[in-house]
């Protein structure tokens, strides 16, 4: 029974964000806070403000323009006066006069400027989603949201969309995301996993070259910096999803008297010895904490022949587990040379689609596709990502922070936590590219702590598939009283303005409450006394 690609495809950034690790990013060193990029030699092109002296910039600004008459093309979804600039950043933040890199950025201008009060700036997750197209996505309701108390600005980051790229130049085969991540054999097996990890490394040394290796969380806090003071902003405000959360909170704990009222959407453990190799490894217990409101979905009665799973909740998971390990016996490809559905391209469209709920129909129809077919073949390409996007990914988690090398460690772990955690068979804590990395860390990771002003919040679901609660906690812990965590009874990836989408009144509740926790703090500055549960009755303390 045949299964169109495009029926279960997914999103580019639940692609991206799930090639290498789970959200947040590493590490950032220390740069000193008087400390500014410089232009490069030459003239910079046209768009583009090169920042001058050793102490800031003399001229602080953009050479903005309208994104519609940009020579990179139309975005068709941006909103109408959005404006797009280049900023030119120091390569190495270390030779500030040397060569630069390109920063792509765009603002949407307060339409009530008696009401704006400062700038807003988005942060992208990732590592590898573009802040520019999540601008252009976001912006209107956000602007509508704030009540044009600011200037909504974001960033492609070096390395991603119009920003300078780097890329390793991977094999084909290398891109589908079920090889890019590190998914075992049928009975655990690391060997095909360990060889396409080392090979993706050597392509990676071979030809990712100065731009790869300046792709990491300590250089996006940096940019950032400078962005700021080409704003000729004071502080910034910020609205961090996923993966920008941790370099939000690193910015935080570098610059924490740049920062006026700093959100942080759906946070990682931000352990500095672990860091994406803890995230990673967390999508374990995060994907059973999760699929229990796929079942309840794929099991209710008004489901159509297409999507519903099983009779009842409790059988969807040993029936997902059962058709996994049948489909571990079929191979990649056809006779004829077609994609065919595996046992880890099933569990890999279960992960991505545990990210929203909007996800669950395509995962639905996907199970009920290939039980129906029996031992019959079912026809399905799982959609590559491009070299470029899978380099900066892996370059950011392999570039921060130093990964194990012991490949007997690595099966080790994957042994332990295939029968702890059958639904994702020991990928999150399989071998990966770090491991054979050639390039060690440039900066130390940092410890988020409690020095700053308290003026952080934090919104979380109780049910990421992606960033579990147990992290966020973690995050919230480290930051004392700097922070107080809204926590939304719901599921799925990203909470505010409908990041992860609703279905059903109960999280649809659930979220309009969080949403005005996020919106009061934005534009009053007030945040809760106490941590708080948002759920279908309201809030409670926590």
């Not at 959100?263 to 672990?274: A, C, F």
């Not at 079942?295 to 099983?310: G, I, K, T």
Request: include cysteine; hydrophobic fraction near 35%.
């Amino acid at each position: 029974m045949a299964l169109t690609t495009s029926k279960v495809s997914t999103k580019r950034k639940a692609l991206l964000f799930t090639l290498a690790t789970a959200t947040v990013a590493t590490a950032v060193a220390a740069s000193p806070a008087t400390a500014s990029p410089t232009a490069g030699p030459g003239t910079p092109k046209a768009g583009t403000t090169g920042l001058t002296g050793p102490t800031g910039p003399i001229t602080p600004g953009l050479d903005w323009h309208d994104c519609q008459a940009g020579s990179d093309g139309t975005r068709g979804d941006t909103l109408d006066g959005t404006e797009c600039a280049t900023l030119a950043v120091p390569l190495d933040y270390g030779k500030p006069t040397g060569r630069t890199v390109d920063i792509a950025v765009s603002r949407i201008r307060s339409d009530k400027p008696t009401a704006r009060r400062g700038t807003l700036l988005v942060i992208p997750g990732g590592p590898g989603s573009s802040g520019v197209d999540r601008l252009a996505k976001k912006g209107g309701a956000l602007r509508k949201e704030t009540g044009g108390a600011y200037d909504l600005v974001s960033f492609d980051p070096r390395g991603v969309g119009d920003s300078t790229r780097a890329d390793c130049k991977l094999e084909a085969d290398d891109l589908e995301p079920a090889h890019l991540r590190s998914w075992p054999g049928a009975d655990g097996d690391i060997s095909d996993s360990v060889a396409r990890s080392r090979r993706i490394a050597e392509a990676c040394a071979r030809n990712g070259g100065e731009v790869m290796r300046s792709l990491t969380t300590a250089n996006e806090v940096r940019d950032i910096e400078s962005l700021r003071r080409a704003l000729g902003e004071e502080k910034l405000s910020a609205w961090a999803n996923s993966y920008g959360t941790y370099v939000g909170a690193v910015y935080a704990q570098k610059y924490p008297q740049r920062t006026d009222r700093w959100v942080l959407d759906s946070s990682g453990d931000p352990d500095p010895g672990r860091v994406a190799r803890g995230w990673l490894a967390n999508m374990s217990a995060a994907a059973d904490d999760r699929f229990p409101d796929f079942a309840r979905w794929a099991a209710a009665p008004e489901r159509d022949a297409n999507h519903r799973v099983a009779g009842r909740a409790e059988d969807v998971r040993p029936l997902f587990l059962s058709l996994a390990q049948r489909l571990d016996r079929v191979p990649e490809r056809s006779a004829d040379g077609k994609g065919q559905l595996t046992g880890n391209r099933l569990r890999m469209v279960m992960q991505q689609a545990l990210y929203s709920d909007a996800g669950f129909e395509q995962l639905a129809a996907l199970v009920v596709a290939a039980r129906d077919a029996g031992d019959e073949p079912v026809p399905y390409d799982l959609p590559s990502v491009s070299s470029a996007d899978a380099t900066v990914n892996m370059a950011v988690v392999c570039n921060d922070v130093r990964w194990p090398r012991s490949v007997p460690g690595y099966a080790r772990d994957v042994r332990a936590d295939r029968i702890r955690h059958p639904l994702t068979a020991g990928m999150p804590v399989s071998v990966t590219p770090c491991a054979f990395w050639k390039d060690r860390p440039a900066d130390k990771p940092t410890r988020i702590t409690s020095d700053g002003p308290s003026n952080i919040l934090m919104v979380q679901s109780l049910r990421d598939p992606a960033t579990p609660y147990r992290g966020a906690l973690k995050m919230r812990e480290a930051f004392g009283e700097r922070a107080r965590l809204v926590s939304v009874d719901a599921g799925g990836h990203g909470v505010y303005l409908g990041n992860a989408t609703r279905a059903g009144e109960d999280n649809k509740r659930a979220g309009a409450c969080a949403d005005r926790a996020v919106t009061t703090f934005l534009t009053t500055g007030r945040h809760p006394a106490s941590d708080t549960l948002c759920t279908t009755a309201g809030t409670e303390s926590r």
